[in-house]
């Protein structure tokens, strides 16, 4: 993927590398209004104070290591899509992945992560609405922990599975997590639509077939419990 200057400095990260625009509202994209939202979530909260913080990302390293393992591939390219504030890009660059993409609709959580990542960090970032995202390379392996969900409508879940397919590469890998069936109904107020393995399945045939599912208890910092489905699918 090139690196681009960016073309909408309000939607910016300060010197990022690389910024894509913000897409508009088209095939369900939502994104002035997410963007808006997790932005203020971002910037009023700290990292611990949201459900979803872990210290360590140990799950999504064990899956990531996992599948390139199963694939007989090695650490590579890899996008962590909707990455928020997550120590994940910090992790993987130690575990040698490069370059690692950090994909989110808030460029308040991005710039949170360029400032605590060291100079010349193989990270490119780019704020876009998944939705809208349009991706021009291939990707060894792509992760999601708690991003997919919020998608609710049929369109936009398209829309996410078509922007996978393109970034890719046949044979790469894609490791998601959403809240499962008896997950919570909402996340930061927002509704979400909660998966087992055989929706995401289906919702991914025929471009991704399923290598791996598991259920996971994520314990929130204030100890409440919230399932996750976890799947790892190979790019057909
Ligand atoms: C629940 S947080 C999870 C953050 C991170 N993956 C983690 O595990 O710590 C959801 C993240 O997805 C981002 N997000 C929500 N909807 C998005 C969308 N449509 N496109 C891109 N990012 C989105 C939010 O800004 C937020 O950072």
Sequence with gaps: MPWTKATAPDRCVRDAWVVEPIGGREDGA???????????????????????????????????????????????????????????????????????????????????????????????????????????????????RAVFHFLTEDAQQARYVAAATDAVRPGGVLVIGTFGPGGPEQCSGLPVARHDVASLRARFAPDFEVLAGEVEVHRTPWGSEQQFTWATLRRT
Aim: zero cysteines; hydrophobic letters at 45%.
């Design 30 to 144: 939502m994104s002035d209004h997410a963007a808006r939202h997790w932005d203020d979530v971002y910037s009023s909260k700290a990292a611990d104070e949201t459900s979803w913080y872990q210290q360590r990302p140990a799950t999504s390293l064990r899956l990531l290591s996992d599948a390139v393992a199963s694939t007989g591939g090695r650490p590579g390219s890899v996008v962590d899509v909707g990455a928020g504030t997550s120590s994940l890009v910090d992790e993987l660059l130690a575990a040698g992945w490069a370059p690692v993409t950090v994909l989110d609709v808030s460029a308040a959580a991005l710039a949170t992560t360029r400032a605590r990542l060291p100079e010349g960090a193989e990270v490119r970032y780019v704020v876009s609405d998944i939705v809208a995202w349009q991706p021009d390379g291939a990707f060894d392996a792509w992760h999601d």
